[in-house]
């Protein structure tokens, strides 16, 4: 059994990790962390989990942990990352793997040294939807693939109002924006099925200088974007068009279109308000449905519910890893490259050109 301390425990991770890690007998969570004891104790009764610190520090080093997990604010990420590198454990950091591309790039250059298996929760790669859909493009369903097409809602970040819990993110130093989290998430499902943008040329629109925080009365300063457009093209020569539009309250879906030498594919959620890396697609090749077999869902979680059936196929993809000595994907190399794809959209962003994803 692999041993699990989770770090950030009283907040995204309750309604994610937790979940998905209580239903997966290859995992057993150990320990947890916040950023106080009273609230630890607290993460800790509610999972059943025998050991709560009010310190990061305290859980990494601990004997009883043999993965870390880090579910906190991204700018908190790479201090715990090193210190679990540092005492030899394996990571699963989420998404975005730190707030700097060059700090990325390191993280996953120490983590490689030091000989441990690393992940970044980034859910599309592991979403038995997107995986069957990458096969479809590889196996020529479609003929050769010339273009890729994306439409997603970003709420409720790069609306006019934002929820009081999500304030900070308001500021980019906070690394939580419709680029960062959102056009990070999607892109990378993108890729996954498409394969990797080479190229891009990009716009950032900020519709909104300043925005409410809904239920306060008060408005606060927005420095980040709204909106994230971008062209350009991938690996293979195919072209890729991307809108991320945010929004208040939340997602009112998303559509991809993949067209081909022989014919299009087009994804649409079974549901309305779902994310594109958290949820069921209604997967249509030429208009008519294909369904997605049974061998592709690994994990007994309903991907309709929410976030957990792909967090819980992810932690599935890191025991085979460490029991095969291999790297998991997504690795802290696919989140660097990520990175630095976020940063050529900001380049090219700023520029008005194109710029080239090394």
């Known amino acids: 059994m692999i041993r699990v301390g989770v770090v950030g425990a009283s907040g995204w991770a309750g309604v994610s990790h937790l979940p998905a890690l209580a239903g997966l007998a290859e995992f057993g969570?150990?320990?947890?962390?916040?950023?106080?004891?009273?609230?630890?104790?607290?993460?800790?009764?509610?999972?059943?989990?025998?050991?709560?610190?009010?310190?990061?520090?305290?859980?990494?080093?601990?004997?009883?942990?043999?993965?870390?997990v880090v579910s906190v604010k991204a700018p908190g990420h790479a201090a715990i990352i090193r210190a679990a590198l540092e005492a030899r454990k394996h990571v699963l950091s989420e998404w975005p793997l730190t707030v700097d591309h060059d700090e990325a790039g390191e993280l996953a250059e120490l983590a490689e040294a030091a000989g441990v298996v690393h992940a970044v929760c980034l859910q599309g790669y592991q979403s038995p939807d997107a995986?069957?859909?990458?096969?479809?493009?590889?196996?020529?369903?479609?003929?050769?693939?010339?273009?890729?097409?994306?439409?997603?809602?970003?709420?409720?970040?790069?609306g006019p109002s934002i929820p009081p819990e999500l304030e900070w993110s308001t500021d980019p130093a906070g690394g939580t924006t419709v680029l960062t989290i959102m056009a990070g998430h999607f892109l990378a499902t993108l890729e996954r099925m498409a394969g990797e943008l080479v190229e891009v040329s990009a716009r950032l629109p900020r519709p909104h200088d300043r925005v409410a925080v809904a239920g306060t009365g008060r408005t606060v300063a927005n420095l980040v974007p709204g909106h994230v457009l971008l062209h350009g093209t991938l690996r293979d020569g195919a072209t890729a068009s991307v809108a991320v539009h945010g929004g208040s309250g939340g997602p009112d879906g998303f559509l991809v279109k993949l067209v081909g030498s022989k014919g299009t594919l087009t994804v649409t959620p079974t549901e309305p308000g779902k994310y594109l890396h958290w949820t069921d697609w209604d997967i249509r090749v030429d208009g008519e449905p294909v369904k997605v077999p049974d061998t592709y869902r690994s994990v007994p979680f309903d991907p309709a519910a929410g976030p957990v059936a792909n967090v819980a196929a992810l932690y599935q993809e890191i025991a085979r890893a460490i029991e095969e000595g291999r790297l998991p994907r997504p690795s802290f190399h696919t989140a660097a490259r990520l990175h630095r794809l976020l940063a050529a959209i900001e380049a090219a962003a700023l520029s008005g050109g194109t710029e080239r994803i090394s």
Not at 29 to 48: F, M
Not at 131 to 158: H, K, N, Q, T, Y
């Open 131 to 158: 995986r069957f859909v990458a096969d479809l493009i590889a196996e020529g369903r479609i003929g050769r693939l010339e273009s890729a097409i994306m439409v997603a809602s970003g709420a409720p970040l790069g």
């Open 29 to 68: 969570v150990t320990a947890v962390a916040t950023t106080n004891q009273a609230s630890a104790d607290k993460a800790a009764a509610a999972h059943g989990v025998p050991l709560a610190f009010g310190d990061a520090a305290a859980l990494v080093a601990h004997s009883d942990v043999d993965l870390v």
